[in-house]
């Protein structure tokens, strides 16, 4: 079993929906949490950053993390075209220099 | 403000070569990682370096290096090529817990 699991997808919604996001983790010492977005031929980019359990909410976008479950959400309302791209959980346990776990991705389509 | 840059953006080599890759942090993050990542196994995490010292490596052989110098930009070197290594390489830069920014990429092919 790998350390953080999420389903590759694609997962095509059409324009305005609600789209949600999630991965399951095995690690309990995981208390960083973080969703990153991946246009083609780019690198990750930050969306967001959430520690510990609870929600965080940014514009149209909206992190759970669920610790006793160890499952984590990113739910993207309104969704857009231009929000097609592949979404990455991550996670860690410390600060950072013990380097982010990562899911492979779901690829997210949003058809106009 | 300038973000990550790596260099090159695309290469080619043959088995059995060695390679080089750049990366140049963000003005003033002197935190640099880098990940590899691959269509089967996703981003992986290679090593990290904080004032030119690697604090950190992941679960990789011994022909991925890297290195840092003192205005923390970094390289890493891969020795001894194999078909497996095709990639797309990725350095990030930190300031802060966790708060990576990640650069376009270095995409090695190799033949």
């Known amino acids: ?112 | 403000k300038a973000g990550v840059t790596q260099t090159p953006r695309y290469l080619i080599k043959t088995r059995g070569q060695q390679v080089t890759l750049s990366c140049s942090p963000i003005s003033g993050h002197r935190s640099v990682s880098w990940y590899q990542q691959t269509p089967g196994q996703g981003l992986q995490f290679l090593f990290e370096y904080f004032s030119e010292t690697q604090r950190n490596k992941g679960n990789f052989p011994g022909r991925f290096s890297g290195r840092q110098f003192s205005n923390s930009r970094s390289e890493m070197n891969v020795s001894t090529l194999e078909l497996g290594d095709s990639a797309l390489y990725l350095c990030a830069s930190r300031v802060g817990a966790n708060v990576l920014t990640f650069g376009a990429g270095s995409r090695l092919t190799v033949l």
């Open chain 1, 1 to 112: 079993q790998k350390e953080v699991e999420q389903d590759p997808g694609p997962l095509s919604v059409p324009e305005g929906a609600i789209v949600s996001l999630n991965c399951t983790y095995s690690n309990s010492a995981f208390q960083y949490f973080m969703w990153y977005r991946q246009y083609s031929r780019k690198g990750p980019e930050l969306l967001m950053y959430t520690y510990s359990s609870g929600n965080k909410e940014d514009g149209r976008f909206t992190a759970q993390v669920d610790k006793s479950s160890k499952y984590i959400s990113l739910f993207i309302r309104d969704s857009q075209p231009s929000d097609s791209a592949t979404y990455l959980c991550a996670m860690s346990a410390g600060g950072g220099a013990d380097g982010l776990t990562f899911g492979k991705g779901t690829h997210l389509i949003i058809q106009p």
